[in-house]
């Protein structure tokens, strides 16, 4: 009989269907909300974004949650709009990388990615990570917060003050405005003083952020603060070639900074301008003997300070003739412990470059600087440098450099 055997073709339909039903992978039957949450939180985020971009606090605070079941969200992201707000930005935009959802709670990783208008050259990226509330079927931002490991942000720590200098930004927390006016009239003679000294290619301008504290300032670090008391300043970036350093900051501490004279303050200024300067010739080959001698030199060159005058704690140990074996290592430059250790380090580095560019000329300690950052990696760069630009061995050069510090500090 024709067809014998055979069910009927809806019979069939009826079996592929619960077969497929059958073997489909666990979660597949999951609400459809579910799988859209992630795409509608970026939405969420999108809007938020482009409420900074417009400068529309409303816009910004209706991405909040509402009501006090969220814990003041919407008073939480006025005030993060507001103490935003007189930052210049050319740029903010978030990425979701993550998406971890409870019932109508969720947290989300993201990338947030900024630029400073007329300073950044491309965006800084921070992680974030988001509380997220739905209200109403509708995605809310409840809570945002760096992500573990990354540092705040300094308008996360009060309402920021924007001077603007003719070289320079500055961006403060807590700080009058006559104080920031200060900083940005010592970064604008720090810019020219590092341009004369340093042939390259930069943008001739610097970002200065000065943050209420020192606490506040190993916060915009994501350090312990103990690591950097009574450390004046540091410059914050990424290094590598032209293009892969996007942001330089430099990064007071108020406390340490306000125990210097104005003499002090500016050679601070420009050791740090001068990292901003070099950072697209400074890589994972350049010793911090190197690039932190080369930033103190630029600092104090011109000044007319003796060897002595600018290098006390050396100045003491060859004195009672301790004289170093070697320029120190990388290790001798940790911002903790013994503080005449850490002097003696920067003092060490600042001699072996002022002897360079007394003895070859300052144009040569400028190639010695780029050559030792071209190559790459540690091994055999600084071997390199002395070969090609000054002719010497390292044992030779160390032997020049210890009887420099002789003569000039016995």
């Not at 104005?262 to 070099?278: C, W």
């Not at 540690?378 to 003569?407: C, I």
């Amino acid at each position: 009989m024709a067809g014998r055997g055979r069910a009927p073709r809806w019979i069939v339909g009826l079996l592929l269907a619960a077969l497929a039903t059958a073997t489909a992978p666990v979660g597949c039957g999951a609400p459809a909300d579910t799988d859209a949450a992630p795409a509608d939180v970026q939405r969420v985020l999108d809007r938020r974004a482009a409420a900074v971009r417009d400068g529309s606090e409303q816009a910004f605070v209706t991405t909040a949650a509402p009501g006090p079941t969220a814990g003041g969200a919407r008073a939480g992201a006025r005030l993060q709009f507001r103490n935003l707000k007189a930052v210049p930005l050319a740029g903010w935009s978030y990425r979701v990388t993550g998406f971890h959802r409870s019932g109508d709670r969720a947290t989300a990783d993201a990338e947030l990615r900024y630029r400073i208008d007329g300073h950044d050259r491309a965006p800084v990226v921070t992680g974030r990570t988001l509380g997220l509330t739905r209200v109403d079927g509708r995605w809310y931002v409840s809570a945002d917060r760096p992500a573990e490991n990354s540092p705040r942000q300094l308008w996360e720590q009060g309402a920021v003050s924007v001077v603007r200098g003719a070289h320079s930004l500055v961006l403060g927390v807590g700080q009058s405005r006559g104080a920031l006016r200060g900083y940005a009239g010592l970064a604008d003679r720090a810019v020219p003083a590092v341009s004369r000294a340093w042939r390259g290619d930069w943008p001739e301008r610097v970002v200065v952020l000065v943050p209420a504290s020192l606490e506040d300032m190993a916060e915009l670090l994501g350090a312990p603060a103990s690591g950097y008391r009574g450390i004046a300043a540091v410059t914050t970036g990424e290094t590598g070639a032209p293009g892969k350093a996007p942001a330089d900051r430099i990064i007071v501490n108020p406390e340490a900074y306000g125990m210097l004279g104005s003499f002090g303050r500016q050679v601070v200024l420009t050791h740090e301008t001068t990292h901003v300067a070099t950072r697209t010739a400074t890589s994972a080959a350049t010793p911090l003997w190197l690039s932190e001698g080369y930033a103190d030199w630029v600092g104090y060159r011109g000044t007319g300070r003796s060897a002595r005058q600018a290098a006390p704690e050396l100045t003491r140990a060859v004195t009672d003739g301790q004289v170093p074996a070697a320029l120190p290592a990388d290790g001798d430059f940790g911002f903790g412990g013994d503080a005449g250790k850490l002097a003696r380090a920067y003092e060490s580095g600042w001699l072996a470059c002022r002897m360079i560019a007394e003895r070859w000329g300052e144009a040569r300690l400028g190639e010695f600087y780029r050559t030792v950052g071209a190559h790459g990696k540690r091994a055999g760069a600084v071997e390199t440098g002395l070969r090609k630009v000054l002719e010497l061995s390292p044992g030779e050069f160390t032997r020049l450099w210890r009887e420099y510090l002789r003569d000039r500090l016995g």
